[in-house]
């Protein structure tokens, strides 16, 4: 589990903007809802790299927009 401290300062390596933190296929993820690109984590250790950002689409977007909480995903 990424500690909370990581987290409030990770963004996307595409957009700069902040990340979600997400559940996905069993596995932690994070997750640019702007972009709809989601980023794995390997041994805790995020994968922010552009080239490894898997796309969601629609449908599992507001999966993960539902599962993120009330925060604003804009």
Do not use: F, K, T, W
């Amino acid at each position: 589990m990424i500690d909370q401290d990581l987290l409030d300062i990770l963004v996307c390596p595409a957009d700069r903007g902040p990340l979600l933190l997400v559940q996905r296929s069993g596995a932690d993820a994070l997750y640019n809802p702007r972009l709809h690109r989601a980023y794995r984590i390997d041994d805790d250790i995020p994968v922010l790299l552009i080239d490894e950002a898997e796309s969601v689409n629609e449908d599992e977007h507001a999966l993960l927009i539902d599962q993120a909480g009330p925060a604003d995903p804009q």
